[in-house]
């Protein structure tokens, strides 16, 4: 898993409530991402950030909101907003092409 | 944007036997294909890559062709082993941008 970590490994929310993952990277990258996979498929994803204040919508960004205030952080708020939000979310950061990704979250809402 | 489709979804293979899983992909900008093989619970983890400017790339009992003109590229593992069991993702990438994955191979290796 590289120099990426995710936070928590579990988590466990009720509906309607709002959820922040968080993604640290000691990496020295500039772009980060953060994907959903769930079962049986590909990773779709969220959003993604190419350098620090800056951030860009990928195909599955409805119900979730990032931000980039440090290259080293790039966390992903899963709001009430997203019709089904249970699923093991992916951070990942890239530098020349080359794509490393945490452990996961898997999230589960009640 | 990219479309990458992987092929097949599920593959079991005997002890010894070679595996091999192919993908293709939509967008003749893209550059940059690597491979990764996930483990139940875990991220993704890069276990091989081909640029475009390269046909062919081997890591031990692994290799990873490329046809440009086909747009397709394929995974290929020798002599399989228990530990090769998981699930392994195609990507496509055009200059560092968005990666476009593919659903996914659940490899099982028979002992």
């Known amino acids: 898993d590289g120099g990426i970590t995710q936070s928590p490994k579990y988590l466990f929310r009720k509906e309607g409530q709002n959820v922040t993952l968080s993604c640290e990277q000691n990496l020295n990258h500039d772009a980060m991402y953060w994907y959903r996979q769930d079962p049986g498929q590909g990773l779709r994803l969220i959003y993604y950030?190419?350098?620090?204040?800056?951030?860009q919508k990928g195909d599955i960004a409805e119900g979730y909101s990032v931000s980039r205030e440090k290259k080293e952080s790039f966390p992903l708020t899963v709001t009430s907003a997203q019709k089904n939000p249970t699923a093991f979310y992916l951070c990942?950061?890239?530098?020349?092409?080359?794509?490393?990704f945490g452990p996961g979250t898997r999230l589960t809402v009640l | 944007g990219e479309n990458v489709e992987q092929h097949p979804s599920t593959l079991s293979v005997q002890e010894g036997d070679s595996a091999v899983i192919k993908c293709t992909y939509s967008d003749s900008a893209s550059n940059y294909f690597p491979w990764y093989k996930q483990e139940l619970g875990k991220g993704p983890q890069l276990i091989i890559d081909?640029?475009?400017?390269?046909g062919e790339k081997k890591d031990q009992r692994i290799a990873v062709t490329l046809n440009k003109t086909a747009k397709h590229f394929s995974l290929h593992i020798t002599e399989t082993q228990p530990e090769d069991s998981a699930v392994y993702f195609c990507?496509?990438?055009?200059?560092?941008?968005?990666?476009?994955f593919g659903t996914g191979t659940s490899l099982t290796v028979i002992p």
């Open positions: 081909i640029r475009s400017n390269v």
């Open positions: 990942a950061s890239s530098v020349y092409n080359e794509q490393f």
């Open positions: 990507a496509a990438s055009r200059a560092g941008n968005q990666f476009y």
């Open positions: 950030s190419q350098i620090v204040n800056d951030f």
